[in-house]
């Protein structure tokens, strides 16, 4: 290869690099509790059995996601925009929802990110003092340097992520294979006293669907940056929403390849789940992967942490200056207050919930579950009534699964609230 072909070659990689943004931020906010401690808890208890069911999951929320995209890109307009558009209550029941979201969310994810934190300190720390440090590394990265520093930020965190992810895979992968198999069959997820898991499971796979009006958010900033298309948003759309998709698989692999027939119980505690999911990984794997196991962690759940407390603190802001008639200036002097905001609230979550980590986690995810197919509704109702760019407008087979996916997230939570109350 010339010079001058390399030299091209690296200049088309570092303008595609430079594209890439809402959809990087979607995947970084995305990969967190979902896949962690869902996805592995599922590999744990259930071997591969669960590997179908996150697929399918994926698939079906696949065109909420992407109505965020595909608005914003067309009309220039975020979806709340395109809320109070269809009218004022629609954007109202959207703000409630997302308050109460934002701050659960942002909780279950401090609390992680703080219990992850203290792994890496040599003496014993409370809870709550690791949560304040990673809060005020959150409150400093954003405050300081707002989108353009979170957009690089997550864009290092997920190539260290899947570099890292993949190499500890092959490496599990290699181990297992060399190893005699386990010789108890895993038990059946597909029982009604397992349905509570289940939700749990689905709740942030790959995560809360009011994620959608975080990218598309992001996605109409970046429009006034640079030159954005339809073709291009998509795509890093796609990359991004692809990579959460084969993390939840690799995670789901990591814990039936390594933590399923141990017969271990994982702690509940913050740090002591932490400790634990750690060590069971690197004594399996090898100490050479000790500290990469932690670190891997750590920056999957930081940068999840990063990216809600961002993206929320954003959607809120500009939920109230519409609801408000407020004009651009006060939208931006909003962000600071409700980002303060839910830096309190979610950190007064934490002293109640400092030890019962998954208790917290699976509350989050449960209130997801429920909260979903409502975000599903008004995506599919607001991106059916707009005239989109037509490399932007979903397909015949986007809209397929969009109807699919109201049928299973609505029928589901019906199941969910008769398992929950009447059985």
Same mark, same amino acid.
């Given at each position: 290869m010339s010079y001058s072909a390399e030299t091209s070659f690296f200049a088309r990689c570092i303008a595609l690099l430079k594209l890439l943004g809402p959809g990087v931020l979607m995947a970084t906010a995305a990969v967190g509790g979902s896949h962690l401690v869902a996805s592995t808890q599922a590999g744990a208890k259930f071997g591969w059995q669960l590997a179908l069911l996150i697929l399918v999951v994926n698939l079906l929320k696949y065109p909420f996601f992407r109505a965020g995209v595909s608005y914003t890109i067309s009309t220039k307009q975020t979806l709340q925009q395109g809320y109070l558009g269809m009218g004022r209550r629609y954007l109202a029941i959207a703000l409630g929802l997302n308050t109460i979201a934002s701050v659960v969310n942002a909780a279950a994810l401090l609390l992680f990110a703080a219990s992850l934190l203290s792994y890496f300190i040599p003496f014993d720390i409370a809870i709550t003092l690791s949560a304040s440090v990673v809060l005020a590394l959150i409150?400093?990265?954003?405050?300081?340097?707002?989108?353009?520093?979170?957009?690089?930020?997550?864009?290092?965190?997920?190539?260290?992520?899947?570099?890292?992810?993949?190499?500890?895979?092959v490496v599990a992968l290699s181990n297992y294979s060399a190893s005699p198999a386990p010789a108890v069959a895993p038990p059946s997820p597909w029982t009604l006293a397992t349905l509570g898991f289940l939700v749990v499971t689905m709740g942030w796979m790959p995560a809360p669907i009011e994620i959608s009006s975080i990218t598309s958010l992001w996605l109409k900033r970046q429009c006034k940056g640079q030159a954005v298309t339809p073709k291009s948003a998509l795509f890093d759309f796609n990359l991004g929403y692809a990579v959460t998709v084969l993390l939840a698989l690799l995670f789901l692999g990591l814990g039936a390849l390594i933590l399923y027939g141990s017969g271990t119980e994982l702690s509940t505690s913050g740090i002591g789940f932490s400790h634990q999911l750690i060590s069971m990984y690197s004594s399996t794997i090898g100490q050479w992967a000790h500290w990469l196991i932690a670190l891997v962690a750590f920056l999957c759940i930081f940068g999840s942490a990063l990216t809600v407390y961002d993206g929320y603190a954003r959607v809120v802001a500009e939920a109230i200056a519409l609801l408000f008639n407020?004009?651009?200036? /006060?939208? &931006?002097?909003? @962000?600071?207050?409700?980002?303060?905001?839910?830096?309190?609230?979610? #950190?007064?979550?934490?002293?109640? +919930?400092?030890?019962?980590?998954?208790?917290?986690?699976?509350?989050?995810?449960?209130?997801?579950?429920?909260?979903?197919?409502?975000?599903?509704?008004?995506?599919?109702?607001?991106?059916?009534?707009?005239?989109?760019?037509?490399?932007? /407008?979903? &397909?015949?087979? @986007?809209?397929?699964?969009?109807?699919?996916?109201?049928?299973?997230? #609505?029928?589901?939570?019906?199941? +969910?609230?008769?398992?929950?109350?009447?059985?």
């Open positions: 409150l400093i990265i954003l405050l300081a340097g707002h989108f353009e520093g979170l957009d690089n930020i997550a864009k290092g965190i997920m190539g260290v992520l899947v570099v890292a992810t993949v190499a500890v895979f407020k004009d651009k200036n /006060a939208r &931006n002097t909003l @962000v600071t207050p409700v980002l303060l905001f839910m830096a309190v609230a979610s #950190f007064t979550i934490v002293l109640f +919930f400092k030890s019962a980590l998954l208790a917290m986690l699976g509350f989050a995810m449960t209130l997801a579950f429920v909260t979903t197919p409502m975000f599903a509704w008004l995506n599919h109702k607001l991106v059916a009534q707009t005239k989109l760019h037509q490399d932007a /407008a979903p &397909n015949v087979v @986007v809209k397929l699964l969009s109807y699919l996916g109201l049928i299973y997230l #609505f029928g589901f939570l019906m199941v +969910f609230i008769w398992w929950k109350w009447f059985s």
